[in-house]
């Protein structure tokens, strides 16, 4: 196991060196100047050759890009992260200060996946191919198409239109008022919620009738259990793995799909700082943001992997 | 390798007519016994006719502002409505999904055929190369898609290249993944190693006897893709980083709608509307196509596999 658990961080660690020069490639060779990323077209051709030089090296961009790499990690490693170029405040700080609301929303969202996503799989496997079963099976299909940032639009409308209802506007962290925060990340959770737990609601539905088909499953049948403790007791423990793994894949998809949806909803999140970032072209935000994302969701999966040993002692690591 | 019956193909010379009856007859078959990915399957077919024939469709020039008419609701003489600054949003919906549609089918082709070229190569030639491979394709993968989509369209700059080479490269690890698995089994199989021994040249075993294997898995990949490539374009478009405007493109259009202190339901609306249409279309079919064509493809297939991998 502990070897196992040594060669998984290794492997993770390769990954997000891989990461880091991906986006950092990503940022600094593609789009040629980046000076003229920042100032457009024409801001840049009006610039005096020295005072282009002067600002690339303010912004640290003129040292050759290894050393600009080199000096990205150290950044990394000091916590600040560099800065902004537009705005007074580091990346660091302005993680803290707007990481905490998206964070809510995206562990709300996954408590939501599973309270509506477990139950509604369960009720589905228990008759296949009842109507409970198809609407459910109809719903989950629905609401796996639904784009979330168009739901999420829909829902601000709606409230708008008919209760002249809106969402605060300005972060208020859970610690300084917890309703005011609770009605900013409520939205946002739902919609992302409903559409992981529309694919948690297929994947527990299928595992679950392919572990009611074996032989255990028979056994506590035949003596004598209700169809009630077969399921929650025998069956579902051993269907559990494939939904848990789904749920950490699923975090990619609330990662980017928060950004879209916090747009949608007016949260002032990491998502939103994110879209500014990119619309105002800030290499440096952007290239922390995206390695931030990308670590998450690299750790989570690990951690997903790591939790199959605990909850299924059949499985060893050599 | 016996999962590909698609029995279209009849016995050659027999001309054309007994062709199309047999293109027919399978059709058929296949909407009798998979009703909804049939469904799936027109609507995503009329949607595609709808792009293609938008010209003719679109009752409106879908640029064409008309100052007289902004804001209207939707009546008898623009069906959806009128946006902003005027323009027929029905109109719009129907530019939008030629836009959306060939961002959505050049990405998935583009990424997905990438992706598939790179897995055989790996699942053929293993070795180091494929150890390589992975790795990378782990890297790619540790970005949740529309953020990776994002930061390469921010780089190469929005247009309708960059935004469909921005969704492409998404698409690459899941084609690579997949068809390289499908690749390492072929490679066993005896034709295939009648084919070594006969002298063939790696390259000509990939390209004559692994490829054709692909086939079915890689459209099954492309048409599962299709509605996730869809939500990403249409992503990037409200983002404001997709295709530019004045471009009517459905994710531009729901950006559009916000700008509004009060944004009109039916800017809101219809836009949505059509993008979850032409998703849900288009998973269906996919769904279908997969239980069809490669049995191997569907959830519990891979999950056998995954759970044979790490035991």
Request: proline share 6%.
């Amino acid at each position: 196991m502990r070897k196992y658990l040594a060669r998984r961080a290794m492997y993770a660690a390769i990954t997000l060196i891989g990461v880091s020069v991906t986006i950092f490639i990503i940022m600094r060779v593609l789009p040629g100047d980046p000076l003229v990323a920042i100032l457009g077209v024409e801001g840049h051709a009006r610039m005096t050759l020295a005072d282009r030089e002067r600002i690339m090296a303010d912004l640290g961009l003129s040292a050759p890009l290894p050393v600009q790499y080199v000096h990205w990690l150290r950044d990394i490693a000091s916590g600040q992260l560099g800065k902004s170029f537009f705005r007074g405040e580091t990346v660091a700080q302005q993680i803290l200060h707007r990481g905490p609301i998206s964070a809510e929303i995206a562990i709300l969202s996954l408590f939501v996946s599973w309270l509506v996503g477990l139950p509604v799989g369960i009720l589905s496997a228990f008759k296949p191919n009842s109507i409970p079963d198809g609407v459910a099976r109809a719903l989950s299909v629905l609401f796996i198409a639904i784009p979330g940032f168009w739901l999420g639009m829909l829902i601000v409308l709606a409230l708008l239109f008919w209760f002249g209802y809106k969402s605060p506007l300005v972060i208020v962290h859970l610690w300084e008022d917890p309703w005011q925060n609770f009605q900013i990340v409520v939205g946002p959770a739902m919609v992302l919620g409903l559409a992981q737990g529309a694919y948690i609601a297929r994947m527990s539905r299928s595992c679950l009738l392919e572990v009611i088909g074996d032989d255990f499953v028979r056994t506590a049948r035949a003596k004598g259990l209700g169809e009630g403790l077969v399921v929650m007791r025998h069956a579902l423990p051993n269907a559990l793995l494939p939904v848990i793994t789904i749920s950490g894949v699923l975090l990619g998809f609330v990662l980017g799909g928060s950004v879209a949806v916090e747009q949608a909803f007016g949260v002032p999140g990491l998502g939103r700082a994110m879209v500014a970032a990119v619309i105002e072209r800030d290499i440096i935000v952007v290239q922390n943001l995206v390695l931030l994302y990308a670590v998450i969701f690299v750790v989570v999966n690990i951690l997903v992997d790591i939790s199959y040993a605990w909850l299924d002692p059949r499985i060893r690591y050599g | 390798m016996s999962t590909i019956t698609t029995a279209g193909v009849p016995a050659t010379g027999a001309g054309r007519t007994s062709l199309l009856r047999a293109v027919a007859t399978e059709v058929v078959r296949f909407t009798r016994r998979n009703t909804l990915a049939a469904i799936g399957g027109f609507v995503g077919a009329f949607i595609i006719f709808v792009a293609l024939a938008a010209p003719l469709l679109a009752p409106r020039d879908p640029l064409k502002a008309d100052f007289r008419r902004m804001n209207r609701p939707p009546d008898a003489q623009s069906l959806l409505g009128t946006d902003q600054v005027g323009r027929d949003t029905l109109s719009r919906v129907i530019y939008g999904a030629r836009t959306s549609l060939f961002v959505a089918f050049s990405a998935v082709i583009l990424g997905t055929t990438v992706g598939s070229l790179w897995g055989v190569a790996c699942g053929y030639l293993r070795g180091r190369f494929d150890l390589y491979s992975q790795r990378l394709m782990e890297i790619m993968q540790a970005f949740p898609d529309l953020i990776l989509a994002m930061a390469i369209s921010m780089a190469i700059g929005t247009g309708l290249q960059a935004v469909i080479f921005a969704i492409a490269i998404t698409r690459i690890p899941f084609g690579g993944r997949v068809i390289r698995s499908v690749a390492l089994s072929v490679r066993e199989m005896p034709y295939v190693e009648a084919g070594r021994a006969n002298g063939g040249s790696a390259l000509r075993i990939m390209i004559f006897h692994v490829l054709p294997q692909c086939i079915a898995p890689y459209l099954v990949l492309a048409t599962t893709h299709l509605g996730v490539a869809i939500v990403i374009e249409a992503a990037l478009g409200f983002l404001g980083v997709g295709v530019p405007p004045p471009t009517p493109t459905w994710g531009n259009m729901l950006a559009d709608s916000i700008t509004a202190l009060v944004p009109p339901w039916w800017l809101a609306f219809f836009p949505g509307l059509a993008i979850t249409i032409t998703v849900l279309a288009f998973n269906l079919l996919g769904d279908g196509i997969r239980d069809t064509l490669d049995p191997r493809l569907s959830p519990a297939f891979l999950r056998m596999m995954a759970g044979g991998r790490r035991s």
